[in-house]
T-cell receptor, first 116, second 112 residues
Framework: AQTVTQSQPEMSVQEAETVTLSCTYD???????LFWYKQPPSRQMILVIR??????QNATENRFSVNFQKAAKSFSLKISDSQLGDAAMYFC?????????????FGKGITLSVRP | EAQVTQNPRYLITVTGKKLTVTCSQN?????MSWYRQDPGLGLRQIYY???????DKGDVPEGYKVSRKEKRNFPLILESPSPNQTSLYFCASRRRGASEQYFGPGTRLTVT
């Protein structure tokens, strides 16, 4: 079974600084998707960034980028120029693209606080 | 606007009183699913549906039922709620073959 591990329950960053959130996963599949979701106090699940496993290039969305290491099964999220609005819980998630139930498997999440 | 809606957003109920949480999507998505979120556990899948009249269990289905009579709706039914079902519930939908899953706003359920 696929598992997603976020070992840091909490992190803190100074406004305008850079922070990296860690995620590792375990799978025997070769093709899959990886995601980072943001959950602000409103509780809405917001997709931050996605990575297809077959793509070697790391995904980037404005201030958000990932470091995808397929062999190491590592998928970290880097937030540059941190802003107060980045404070939220962040979930790493995995999904296979095919299969009867290609469900999202989530990590336990990490709470990010941003210091002004 | 493309969206997934859930109702109610907040619900406090008592043990054993049947309840239904509705979920509706306006994107004609084939795939829909329910997750529950608990502190320290992340989100876990309860049930999913690949299409109308096609449903199956996820990782934590005990105490829940679902139905998919229409493509747009996927209600979650708790026949006899218990306090351990106090949680935050999310409905999600996705087009077959697409990578992105769309989430509803969440339903905070408290069972006393």
């Amino acid at each position: 079974a696929q598992t997603v591990t976020q070992s840091q329950p909490e992190m803190s960053v100074q406004e305008a600084e850079t922070v990296t959130l860690s995620c590792t996963y375990d799978t025997s599949e070769s093709d899959y998707y990886l995601f980072w979701y943001k959950q602000p106090p409103s509780r809405q699940m917001i997709l931050v960034i996605r990575q297809e496993a077959y793509k070697q290039q790391n995904a980037t969305e404005n201030r958000f980028s990932v470091n995808f290491q397929k062999a190491a099964k590592s998928f970290s999220l880097k937030i540059s120029d941190s802003q107060l609005g980045d404070a939220a819980m962040y979930f790493c998630a995995y999904r296979t693209p095919t299969g009867a139930n290609s469900k999202l498997t989530f990590g336990k999440g990490i709470t990010l606080s941003v210091r002004p | 606007e493309a969206q997934v809606t859930q109702n109610p957003r907040y619900l406090i109920t008592v043990t054993g009183k049947k309840l239904t949480v509705t979920c509706s999507q306006n994107m004609n998505h084939e795939y829909m699913s329910w997750y529950r979120q608990d502190p320290g556990l992340g989100l876990r899948q309860i049930y999913y549906s690949m299409n109308v009249e096609v449903t199956d269990k996820g990782d934590v289905p005990e105490g829940y039922k679902v139905s998919r009579k229409e493509k747009r709706n996927f209600p979650l039914i708790l026949e006899s709620p218990s306090p351990n079902q106090t949680s935050l519930y999310f409905c999600a939908s996705r087009r077959r073959g697409a990578s992105e899953q769309y989430f509803g706003p969440g339903t905070r359920l408290t069972v006393t």
